[in-house]
């Protein structure tokens, strides 16, 4: 399900109306045809926009076409763009829901990010709906073809380095970049990594201006962004979403504990805190907003998500081989109510230890969230340590895939 808020005065900008996908006629007749015009005037426009990356980095778009193009020029290769549609994160649901419903704004924003970076390849790389979009993809006549990727279903096959090593035809696994893949990505190649819902805007920015994506958002944040809200007893939805509304607005407060904000590397958020928060790029990691009801147990929650994670990880480096299986496992004896011994402190320790010192980002992320469990339930970690839980529902609110 997908909706917007009537009260907040902007019309769906990414998400056709009425839940139903948009044909290329539809799309075109909703939106216009796709200018390309100038490419120098085009970065202009991105720049004096404001438009950010929405996969979790809230980087600025503009350095980024621009580093890729700058690249392509001193190194005399033409640069590759790719589209990442992999959406690894499990409690996420906003980038399928935007390629389903809206796949020919994404495929817009590509080839406008190829005819600013003067690429001449492009690649869409998802997890699901790869028929539908090549469909799609048969129906439109675009300078810069696009190839739509398979990707398997996993927490870190949409990590940059990672997926410019599936598109080189390798393991989708992260790397150590250096250069990053802007610099040398696909078969050496300067590429763009862009998330969906990113091009998508960028699509918008191209038609409308900077002014006009200006109109939502706050001065320092513009724009809307996609998100996806997890309230128990409830269908999952997927909302748009102006920065700066109150996240109040987003999700119910009443009767919750807390609020997992960005996802599986994002934060868990003490609800009265939560009560005083808007939408911010700078947490929202992957657009996840997940209310916490008082009736659960948060360090289950955590647990259950850091034994995932652990799990996924690739297995190349020492604080994923070995640092955050010894901080998952550890994570479930403060779970379950009874002596504690120095686990906490143990796990507080393990965290410093493996922070920024993996292949990717992936511990680092991970450790995000077990320092934001330890803090906001600091009582319940208390309590659990006297052989007390607080919680009356075992039922979980966040989603784990089966293991294969």
């Not at 991105?46 to 580093?67: D, I």
């Not at 640069?79 to 980038?95: C, M």
């Not at 999700?251 to 939408?279: I, R």
């Not at 410093?352 to 292949?359: F, I, S, T």
Request: hydrophobic share 40%.
């Amino acid at each position: 399900m997908t909706m917007t808020f009537p009260d907040v005065y902007m019309s769906p900008r990414l998400l056709a109306p009425g839940g139903a996908p948009a044909d290329l006629p539809t799309h075109e007749q909703r939106y216009g045809a796709l200018p390309y015009g100038d490419p120098d005037a085009l970065l202009r426009t991105v720049a004096e926009s404001g438009l950010t990356g929405r996969g979790g980095a809230a980087f600025p778009v503009y350095r980024k076409l621009v580093s890729v193009a700058e690249a392509g020029r001193r190194t005399g290769r033409s640069p590759v763009v790719v589209a990442n549609g992999a959406e690894g994160e499990p409690a996420s649901r906003k980038d399928r829901t935007l390629l389903q419903l809206s796949p020919h704004l994404v495929l817009d924003g590509i080839q406008v990010a190829a005819a600013v970076t003067g690429a001449k390849e492009a690649h869409l790389a998802v997890e699901d709906g790869a028929s539908y979009l090549e469909s799609a993809l048969a129906h439109r006549r675009d300078p810069v073809p696009v190839k739509v990727l398979r990707l398997s279903k996993r927490f870190l096959s949409g990590q940059s380095s990672a997926l410019v090593q599936y598109v080189g035809g390798g393991a989708a696994l992260p790397t150590y970049k250096s250069p990053p893949v802007r610099e040398r990505g696909v078969n050496r190649a300067p590429t763009l990594v862009q998330n969906v819902e990113t091009l998508a805007h960028l699509a918008l920015v191209a038609r409308y201006g900077a002014d006009w994506f200006r109109s939502a958002g706050t001065p320092a944040q513009p724009g809307s962004a996609l998100c996806t809200v997890h309230v128990p007893g409830r269908e999952v939805r997927v909302v748009e979403a102006p920065f700066g509304m109150p996240l109040a607005r987003l999700v119910p407060l009443h009767g919750m504990s807390a609020v997992l904000v960005g996802g599986y590397h994002g934060t868990w958020v003490p609800v009265a805190e939560a009560a005083q928060l808007g939408l911010d790029a700078a947490n929202m990691g992957a657009g996840v907003l997940a209310a916490l009801p008082a009736d659960r147990c948060g360090l289950a929650e955590t647990a259950r998500v850091l034994r995932y994670l652990a799990l996924q990880s690739a297995g190349q480096c020492g604080p994923c081989l070995n640092g955050l299986p010894r901080i998952a496992a550890a994570f479930r004896t403060l779970a379950a109510p009874g002596p504690q011994g120095t686990t906490r402190d143990d796990v507080a320790r393990w965290a410093g230890l493996v922070e920024g010192r993996g292949a990717c980002h992936h511990p680092d992320g991970t450790v995000r969230l077990v320092r934001s469990a330890l803090t906001t339930f600091a009582t319940e970690l208390d309590i659990h340590a006297s052989g007390l839980c607080t919680a009356t529902d075992a039922a979980p609110l966040l989603p784990i895939p089966e293991e294969n």
